[in-house]
């Protein structure tokens, strides 16, 4: 393998976020139902990670654990949230409450009916503000939402309308500034920009990555479009049933991807040039609420072997900033003994 | 800017006018359409009450022809809309030579009086149970019991006027039997006819409220689960909202909205809706009279109060149309 160079390693930076061991299940009458079954990651001060997996892989629910907005029948069922040495899935609901918005914010899928319909635009913004920081002047408030607005292209019009008023690109942008009002230390995007039509989407997500370089703020998005995470994202974490299977650099999980589900994931991508079969129907999912012992994968994955079976693999740091969690590959990021990654088309 | 715009306007008040004409349309065919017509009806009370009226054939003649009742259909249609619609609806048959407009008159301040006490009450109180019922952090005891106070919205209006009437007046002598007001008073501005009337008034709002707020709650919890489990609950959620804050300017704002349009239907009851509690306290409104015309089958008064009812539904629907747009921005650009 190729030395690391070591500047890559001095972009390691501060962790602003340390996510450990989090569980989040759903209550059912026959039997909890999974959707985030203990993941572990960081996020770096300054960084942007995506966070993909298919529908029902748990990144919303997870994300949602993290903002600790999980509504019942779903509950946190351990794990811990460390905020910039704040401690957050056991702080009680007033300080929380203090931590929110102010150091960790969320950009909703704001084309959807994420504001209010019954209250002016402005003041969806100047509210959050206010609980934060107190009442306060008026005309103050309002420089400050317009200076927002600039940031994140809205005309000085949009300030006095109601969200029925505005365009779906126009809401998203409504939903960055408000999630930036207060200059948050972590943002996560929950499919901000799946709603949109590509061209605004692509117009809503540069925009939402100037404003975050601007401000300087991580950001963890959350998606499956594999094609617009490439252009948004630092690091790509990949879900799958509830697990991190694989989290690595973008560009190296593009180019080499080590997890079967992610090899799988990134073949399916299709291209203008050629047409390619989805892979991931191959085999069939388990039941979230009584998963196989072993491997999350075992079911669907094309290398499936006998330790599998039996053993959950743990998400290990194969290689330099790539955790992989799988029983194929080495402590050092070789392949064992006998496995053989044929290109599976 | 919640867009009352004069288009809109317009539009609801054209719909009020063809609304209002009809149900004169289907008074007028109802009265003709009925077997029998009122002024044999009221000969026949004549003579019942005074033995023999000479004759007959002649005084009815005179009074159909005094009614008009001897113009073509046509015409006799037009003269009614414009009789409707100045309130003139004729002398009355049982409080004869009294007019109807004026029974009216005199008994709808007492209706309207009780309802505009009634409803405001039942609204607030059911939709603040509502609410608290299905809020995330009412405290437990609370939660529970709300419920028991709604056994009674199964009830008749009228069973629980009686079991009240029967417990709290003939029992315990906490308030009158019946009556708007003590015997005797004359209506005046003075604290000794106010307190009176507030202590005959209690009864009668009592067994209406009770009956009747449960449904508001019922519709008020539902309208809360569904606001619940909207994305902007949740983004206030997350921004760090006080959660009474949230709760009120978020949750009850965009939940009540349905209610409020419950609450235009709910209106009619204003005059309508209490004839039965009114009877059996001897109110003095317009249920009063209708049931007692209903009774004695007088024509002119039940035309009367039917129109003065619908009139009450019609205008009640049109200023809540009005006011609508002011709560929800939404309404008035549908259908421009």
């Keep these: ?345 | 800017m919640g867009g009352l715009t004069l288009n809109y306007i317009i539009r609801r008040v054209v719909i009020f006018l063809l609304t209002v004409w009809v149900s004169i349309t289907i008074i007028f065919l109802v009265a003709r359409l009925a077997p029998g017509d009122p002024i044999s009806a009221m000969v026949a009370q004549a003579s019942a009450s005074m033995g023999v009226v000479e004759n007959q054939d002649a005084i009815i003649e005179g009074w159909k022809e005094y009614f008009g009742l001897n113009d073509p259909i046509p015409v006799q249609y037009v003269k009614f809309l414009g009789n409707l619609l100045t309130f003139n609806f004729g002398p009355s048959l049982i409080a004869f030579p009294a007019q109807v407009n004026e029974l009216i008159a005199r008994a709808l301040p007492w209706s309207i009086g009780l309802g505009l006490v009634t409803l405001p009450l039942i609204f607030f109180i059911g939709n603040l149970f509502g609410a608290l019922l299905a809020w995330r952090r009412t405290p437990g005891p609370l939660k529970a019991f709300i419920p028991m106070t709604m056994i009674f919205t199964s009830l008749p209006s009228v069973l629980a006027g009686l079991v009240f009437i029967f417990v709290f007046a003939f029992r315990m002598k906490l308030f009158p039997i019946s009556g708007p007001f003590g015997r005797g008073m004359q209506p005046s501005f003075t604290i000794e006819f106010i307190s009176s009337l507030i202590h005959h008034g209690i009864l009668p709002v009592a067994s209406l409220v009770i009956v009747s707020f449960g449904f508001w709650t019922l519709g008020m919890r539902g309208m809360m689960v569904t606001t619940e489990g909207e994305d902007y609950m949740t983004l206030a959620d997350a921004k760090g909202l006080p959660p009474f804050y949230v709760l009120y300017r978020y949750q009850v704002r965009n939940a009540i909205l349905p209610q409020v349009t419950a609450l235009a239907i709910a209106l009619r009851t204003l005059v309508a809706g209490q004839i039965l509690v009114e009877a059996i306290f001897s109110y003095r409104g317009i249920g009063t009279l209708i049931y007692t015309s209903i009774r004695n089958q007088d024509y002119n008064t039940i035309q009367g109060t039917s129109f003065v009812v619908i009139l009450f539904t019609a205008v009640s629907v049109l200023v809540i149309d009005l006011i609508y747009p002011l709560i929800d921005p939404r309404i008035s650009l549908e259908g421009n």
């Excluded at chain 1, 501060?14 to 572990?40: C, Q, W």
């Excluded at chain 1, 960084?47 to 999980?70: C, D, M, P, R, W």
């Excluded at chain 1, 084309?111 to 635009?121: D, E, I, K, Q």
């Excluded at chain 1, 989407?201 to 499956?224: F, N």
Aim: aromatic letters at 4%; charged letters at 25%; a negative charge.
């Design chain 1, 1 to 345: 393998m190729a030395e690391i160079p070591a500047e890559q390693v001095q972009r390691r930076r501060r962790k602003v976020l340390e996510v450990r061991n989090l569980r989040v299940h759903y209550e059912t009458p026959t039997g909890d139902v999974i959707a985030v079954a203990g993941i572990d990651f960081d996020l770096y001060d300054g960084e942007t990670l995506g966070l993909v997996g298919e529908s029902g892989s748990g990144k919303s629910t997870a994300a949602y654990g993290i903002l600790k907005l999980v509504q019942p029948p779903g509950r946190i069922v351990e794990g811990d949230v460390t905020l910039d040495g704040d401690e957050l899935v056991h702080m009680n609901d007033s300080s929380f409450r203090q931590i929110r918005w102010t150091k960790l914010a969320l950009i909703p899928q704001g084309a959807m009916n994420s504001l209010n319909p019954t209250m002016r635009v402005h003041r969806q913004i100047t509210d959050a503000i206010e609980a934060h920081e107190g009442k306060q002047d008026k005309e103050a408030l309002r420089e400050r939402v317009l200076e927002l607005f600039r940031m994140v292209g809205l005309p000085q019009r949009v300030y006095n309308m109601f969200p029925h008023e505005l365009s779906g690109g126009m809401k998203q942008r409504v939903c960055i500034a408000m999630g930036i009002a207060l200059h948050p230390t972590v943002v996560i995007a929950d499919e901000s920009t799946s709603a949109l039509d590509v061209v605004v989407q692509r117009v809503v997500a540069q925009t939402m990555l100037r404003v975050k370089q601007a401000l300087g703020v991580s950001m963890i998005m959350i998606g499956h479009d594999m094609g617009l995470m490439a252009q948004m994202v630092d690091r790509i974490a990949v879900m799958y049933a509830g697990k991190l299977v694989e989290v690595a650099p973008v560009e190296t999980i593009f180019d080499e991807p080590m997890h079967p589900y992610s090899q799988v994931l990134i073949e399916s991508i299709p291209s203008l040039k050629e047409r390619k079969p989805l892979k991931i129907t191959e085999g069939i999912t388990h039941d979230p609420r009584n998963p196989p012992p072993g491997c999350i994968f075992q079911l669907r994955c094309p290398h499936v072997m006998e330790r599998c079976r039996s053993e959950a693999p743990p998400l290990r740091e194969l290689l330099m900033r790539h955790e992989v969690a799988c029983h194929l590959y080495n402590d050092d990021g070789s392949l064992i003994e006998g496995a053989k990654l044929e290109a599976a088309s």
